[in-house]
């Protein structure tokens, strides 16, 4: 089917974000457990090897990289007050973009990167990473020119996302205003409590998934980060994880058709923060809402962390009941079964 051009749009003032916190992993704590380099943590691109295992340590613990926006081209990414690594104004340096595949065929993308003061290495991964699990490295591949760590934030909806209000009406996500009042699945019309904005180039781990009109029921495009889950009721005996209730990461349903990615240009990111975690109404289909925990709060821009800490002290919300669809389950069942009967014409 013919793909409409990518939005064009200009990257926000990273002036603006003080600072960043991503979260990264010592090069020791990803290790080769089978393979030519066994027994070697994340090095260098050069000493890489594809087909070899990594597996992180159970016992890793993740410290806290704070960036400095890049402001211009061709300037140095630099560490920020607050970080775990490095002294304030110490160049980082990129390295290499790994691709790993996980058992279930999930694949996995992570920056190696230098703190230049100290030469230690670390890897940064731009999607979950588990401990107890095999990923098999399929790639070693020089890092995208444009990457920055301090655009390290992924959040939900893209610009024009037609979102459900309290009364039924459909209202632009980028309109939206603490206090609206949005229709929720389970508890009703709930205000906003905070909204979060991100400009990104739409490649690699940010390219947005695009859900084409019609495939879900939804009467427009509906385009989301990939890590975003869509919410799915099963009907009928067969039922992926045994339950009604499903929650499907975006990325998972895409077959290169009806459900693809959208990369080149640049895509405005904006995430909705309720005092619940919430399922909403996005192009009509139902979608989470930002889960705010510690996890998610080290990956925003420490200034939009800052404030969501003011607002809701100590809070650390539920994710919504749901069994997680992982890809293996729908490649088992075929994403057609899953979507089949919710497409409109």
Known sequence: MPRPPAP?????????????AAQVFPAGDLRVVAGANQGDGVEAPDLCEPGDIYRLHRGARPLRLMLRPVTGEGQAQTVAEGSEIGAPGEHVSLLALLTMMAPDADKLELLVIRHDGSGRHFALPLSPVAPRTDYTLLAVSPPPPDVRLSDMVCVSFARGTMIAMAGGAQKPVEQLAVGDRVLTRDNGPQPVRWLGQATLRAAGSFAPVVISRGTLGNAGDLIVSQHHRIFLYQRGESRVGGTAELLVQAKHLVDGEAVWLREGGFVDYFSL???????????????????????????????????????????????HFGTEASRTALDAIGRGTLLRGRKRD
């Not at 821009?301 to 100590?314: D, K, L, N």
């Open 273 to 319: 923060v309720f005092d619940r975690h919430e399922i909403i109404y996005a192009e009509g289909i139902p979608c989470e809402s930002l889960l705010v925990s510690e996890a998610t709060l080290n990956l925003l821009p420490q200034a939009f962390s800052a404030e969501v800490r003011a607002r809701f002290p100590g809070l650390s919300q539920r994710q």
């Open 8 to 20: 064009r749009s200009q990257p926000c003032d990273a002036a603006a974000l003080p600072g960043l």
